[in-house]
């Protein structure tokens, strides 16, 4: 058995007013519960350390530079590196990071268990609009803040297993896990922010929502016989909802753990990397099974073309 114990550190709403400082503070109170209940890796949400400002129009660059870090770890976030080090506890969160050469990035880090980061990824699949939508109920602007990722799907071995990374919208696409399972990954980590209801579908709510949630995390877990450990920002934030369902799914696709709240909450699972070994060698081994040479369009052509 390889086992990390896995804490999914979902998170409750942060307000616009709501200072790093204090956020940093409420996730150091999820750290030392992730510890006390045994944690070797702890996953935050992504964009943990502010609200989800995609949802605010903004027509000035300043403003929008104010939800960005320059540097990881800064003065604010150092305590939460501080007590993981001290903990001994990896860690993955989600930031709006924006570059000395001026890129933003919706952006993830891995820190191993002595606080260093250890690895870096740019969220690939941004949802959203650039410009200001009348036809929606709410906002969600990411297309107009950030860029795509530029950095792939990484995998990393640092931790004690191979663990890869994505964010939020990331999650609804095949091509995340696949590319990851194709060098072997053994656990995806990924945050989000998903709005309760559907902006261009009002009756599209919560239910729904959650079943979607459900439904992609655990394909992408069972088809690539990974572990999937999907950690929300969850609850009202200024007056929009956001849904909890923070889930951890086993390679079998199963759930195996599952946030029952909208608030800060801590899930904790032993994960057996070697429970991966079986779909990898049988149903999923890939390099018996899959048939590239009909595979092609994938990668050659972006948006669906019907035949004449
Ligand atoms: N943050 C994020 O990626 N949220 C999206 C909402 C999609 S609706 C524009 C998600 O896929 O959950």
Same mark, same amino acid.
């Given at each position: 058995?390889?086992? /990390? ?6 998170? %409750? ?14 996730? /150091? ?6 510890? #006390? ?15 989800? =400002? ?7 660059? #300043?403003?929008?530079?104010?939800? =960005? ?35 933003? =990035? ?10 260093? /980061?250890? %690895? ?25 803040? =950030?860029?795509?990722?530029?950095? %792939? ?13 994505? /964010?939020?919208?990331? #999650? ?72 909890? %369902? ?44 899959? #048939? ?17």
């Amino acid at each position: 058995m390889r086992v /990390i114990n896995v804490a999914a550190a979902q998170m %409750g709403p942060i307000q616009r007013a709501d200072s790093r400082e204090a956020v940093v503070a409420r996730m /150091i109170a999820l750290l030392d519960e992730a510890k #006390r209940k045994g944690a070797d890796l702890i996953v935050y949400p992504e964009l943990a350390l502010t609200t989800f =400002f995609p949802r605010w129009y903004m027509e000035d660059q #300043r403003e929008v530079d104010a939800w =960005f870090e320059t540097t990881m770890p800064n003065a604010a976030v150092q305590p939460l590196f501080d007590r993981a080090r001290q903990h001994s506890i990896a860690m993955n969160f989600g930031y709006a990071e924006l570059t000395p050469d001026g890129h933003h =990035f919706n952006t993830a880090i891995m820190t191993d268990r002595d606080g260093n /980061i250890v %690895g870096k990824y740019r969220k690939v699949h941004l949802p959203g609009h650039v410009e200001y939508d009348t036809e929606r109920s709410h906002q969600h602007l990411e297309k107009r803040y =950030f860029e795509p990722g530029d950095l %792939g799907f990484p995998v990393w071995r640092n931790l004690g297993g191979i663990i890869g990374m994505a /964010i939020c919208n990331d #999650r609804r696409w095949p091509e995340t896990y696949r590319v990851m399972g194709l060098q072997g990954v053994e656990m995806v980590v990924l945050g989000y922010n998903t709005p309760s209801v559907n902006a261009q579908k009002p009756a599209e709510g919560v239910t729904q929502r959650l079943f979607h949630n459900r439904l992609s995390v655990q394909a992408g877990a069972y088809q690539n016989s990974c572990w999937v450990v999907a950690v929300a920002k969850a609850g009202v934030e200024d007056g929009h909802a956001l849904f909890g %369902g923070s889930l951890i799914v086993n390679p079998d696709g199963e759930i195996v753990a599952e946030a029952v709240t909208e608030g800060d909450e801590v899930l904790v699972v032993p994960c057996d990397l070697d429970a991966t070994r079986f779909g990898k060698e049988t149903i999923f081994d890939f390099a018996r099974h899959r #048939r590239i040479e009909h595979y092609g369009l994938i990668t050659s052509r972006t948006g669906a073309v019907p035949p004449e």
